[in-house]
């Protein structure tokens, strides 16, 4: 009996067999894609125009092509292989972050805790995936850091994606909050925000001043990847 497309559908979704960030058949994750991830050299970044509050961020390859195709399987079809991979970035990215930021270096020479803080996701996200992408990314990060699941969204926010800076801005303004139950914990800790994706920043602005509005200590973000320009606005993609 010759395989039904819907047959082949459910066996792709079963055991993807084609690479992540171009397609290719027979494997998960190409070499070619490996090298494009793996070769980006981890940079600091701000976004154009740079809103007031963005912390110091540091990220790694340009989120277009492969890597940005890898992000989206990764955290929208459920390709959880690539964790590791999108790990292993981070980690370059975060180990300078904490190189370029004096009281983050000084902190781990003396052995004093980094709390590694993902962004939050809203609950609709965390019910529609049945997973939370960022901390899962964070805990596979981290070395000697604490992962730290402070930050949750207070209200309703809208999907991002659609929306232009400013609009992006507003959503998210005073939307996210630190859980009391950290709060102390937090108190002068220098934190190190962790996202998959910096577009406009406003994501990263927004948990930096939950974080520094509870006293935490000198705050800065990583991510694996950065939007290489403005996006065109309105763009029609799912993410938060
Ligand atoms: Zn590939």
Redesign the pocket.
């Known amino acids: 009996m010759p395989w039904r497309p819907d047959l082949l559908a459910l066996v792709e979704l079963a055991a993807p067999s084609s690479?992540?960030?171009?397609?290719?058949a027979g494997?998960r994750?190409?070499p070619?894609?490996a090298n494009v991830l793996g070769t980006a050299a981890p940079r600091p970044w701000r976004p154009t125009p740079c809103p007031a509050g963005f912390p110091p961020t540091w990220t790694g390859p340009a989120y277009a092509g492969?890597v940005r195709a890898a992000v989206v399987a990764w955290k929208e079809r459920d390709r959880v292989e690539l964790t590791p991979v999108l790990a292993a970035v981070l980690r370059g990215v975060l180990a300078e972050a904490l190189a370029a930021s004096a009281p983050h270096t000084v902190a781990v020479l003396r052995g004093a805790p980094v709390a590694l803080v993902p962004a939050p996701s809203a609950p609709s996200s965390v019910r529609t995936r049945g997973r939370r992408p960022v901390p899962e990314l964070a805990a596979a990060a981290a070395r000697t850091d604490l992962v730290v699941d402070a930050l949750r969204l207070t209200r309703r926010v809208q999907d991002q994606a659609g929306l232009s800076a400013r609009q992006r801005a507003a959503n998210l303004e005073r939307a996210v909050t630190v859980r009391p139950r950290v709060r102390a914990a937090l108190r002068g800790v220098p934190c190190v925000v962790v996202d998959d994706v910096v577009t406009t920043g406003a994501t990263l602005v927004e948990c930096a001043r939950a974080l520094r509005a509870v006293g935490a200590g000198p705050v800065v973000a990583v991510t694996v990847a950065a939007t290489a320009r403005r996006p065109v606005e309105p763009r029609p993609r799912r993410s938060d």
């Open positions: 690479c992540a960030g171009c397609g290719t494997t994750w190409c070619d894609c492969p």
